[in-house]
């Protein structure tokens, strides 16, 4: 019986506590295979990071789909040091924050214990080059199969797979160039950026040198998982260097650190502060499209404003450089997240008159051009945006090029009016809303519809300007979500149903009616299933010539459009069809560390349309 016990026990403490190399607790999987076994590990300090812990890599991995490096963490003090050999027992865990269910977890060793540590030779970085890059991964194929189902991972097809393969491992990436703005926490302090590497295969590169969402080879949205993001560099606290002020296309030098994930991303967190070699050159370019004055063509533009008050002079003033110079001042502009007249001050007001005179007058002073402009006032925090600020959308427009259509009897809506149009072609409201108590609004703006006649041939147009809800409580790309959460989606699709509806009342009246409907869908339009009922009413997405050039917005690592124009078969059809582009005013702003510098996080957008 007693060497029965004495079994028991050595059984006992040879489960417990295992010898492992690295590559054996990663495994090839999204999860370690040891997972809450306690281990034995030896390896090279590679990184320290305070309050995190360390790294270590043992080299043991010669597969490209497992990595060689592992995090170890501890929140105490590190008393070993970067090249020391370290040999430690501790806990394997598959770490997930519980706030975050939709996030991969990151494989660690928890309470470590430093068995010896003795002085050697660092580890050489895996330079991210010719095999060992990020796969042309075309389509979101691998955001379509939950992440347990997967044999093993593939990183030579899918780019999840091949950040997953290298967690914890330290590695090189060559001559990095920005495909993403910085990002910045609330106190405006710089916390990291996108790059990909010289050498990789990118697929829609736009002329700055970003990466635009396009639709695949295989009719499915490109992820461009050919980015990863850089975080604070692992030495701030001890240089007080942190991370540059990117723009899209800035070209760096190598940077070298450890492939990590946290907060829904894999992430690589350099050694120490990458340095930029240089900034892409030229700044955006005003647009050459215009009406010529002509009777028949209409200029249009579209600006999401970003919480516009009416006490910001400087951004007035440069959202009016915007519309003069880049714009081109169009003969009516639809603007999104104009707010009201105490701005952010929640004490009742929804009007927006003096934040509309304030810009309208900024416009005045920098192209002596005069506009009027139109609203409906939403009821007191019912549109959702910042309490108190009560966005809506609004019209500019030229008053000796157009003026809203009111014959005897037409009056303004409120925000509860519902509009329509009569069976002699007229609304009832102008501006109306469309169907502004039906719950698919809720906490969301109320689509601005006008109608409008142009001077002096008063042909008529129909303008609907929108701004759907938002896509606050989306997954990212890179997390357990198959496929990624799309927050608020069946809103939106609902919301464009709506639209689409108010659309065909149009056209039932009238079927060769010029319609034009623009602004903030917050949807790319490679989502197209929910822009289907706004195709099918029919319109027509105006586009750029180019596919890649289509971007309005930098996401992540991705450009991308959120800002659309649809237009009636009658306006297509009409001449030269609907011409369109973005003015990539503050996507291309060299200098996006502070907020302020970038007057919008969209770009304005301008088109032109004719009436026969």
Known sequence: MKWLQVLSLATTYISVVLSETIAQIQGNKFQSPLNGQSVTVTGVVTAKAPGRGFFLDDGSSSDPEISSGLHIYITANITVSVNQTVTLNGTVLEYRPSSKPNDLYATRITNPTIITAVNGTGKTPLVLAGA??????????????PMGTFPSLTPSLNGLDLWESLEGQLVTIPQPIAAGLNSLDSNNSNTGFWVYGQGWNVTSKNSRGGLTITIGPDGKPDANPQAILIRRPLDITTSGVGLPSVALGTTLNDITG????????FSVLPLTAPVVTS???????????????????????NYNVNNLAPNESTRL???????VNYLKTPDIVFLQEIQDNSGPIDDGTVSGNITLANLVN????????????????????????LPGGNIRQAYLYHTGRLSPFRPAGTVSGTANDSVQLNTTGILNYNPGRIDPMNTDWSKSRKPLVAQWQTIPDNKTLFTINVHMANKGRSSTNWGEARPPINGNVAQRQAQIKLVATFVQSILKVDPNANILVGGDFNEYSQAREVF????????????????????SHVFYQNCGALDHV?????????????????VHVNTWATNATTRELRISDHDP???????C
């Not at 450890?258 to 991303?265: A, K, L």
């Open 279 to 301: 900034v892409a050159s030229g700044f955006a370019r005003p647009t050459n499209i215009t009406s010529n004055s002509s009777s028949t063509m209409i200029s249009f533009g």
């Open 132 to 145: 060992r890059v990020p796969p042309l991964d075309n389509s979101l194929t691998w955001t379509l199969v």
């Open 362 to 385: 900024a416009i005045t002073r920098v192209g002596n051009v005069t506009y009027a402009s139109i609203e409906i006032a939403p009821n007191n925090n019912q549109d959702g945006g």
């Open 566 to 582: 649809f237009a009636s078969k009658a306006l297509v059809d009409c001449r030269t069809g609907v011409t369109f582009e973005h």
């Open 605 to 611: 957008s301008v088109g032109l349309i004719n009436l």
């Open 532 to 551: 289907k009922s706004l195709v099918d009413a029919p319109l027509t997405e105006a586009v750029p010539l180019s596919e890649v050039e289509h971007y």
């Open 317 to 323: 003033s440069a959202i009016a450089d915007h519309i």
């Open 258 to 265: 450890i492939v990590y994930y946290s907060d829904g991303h």
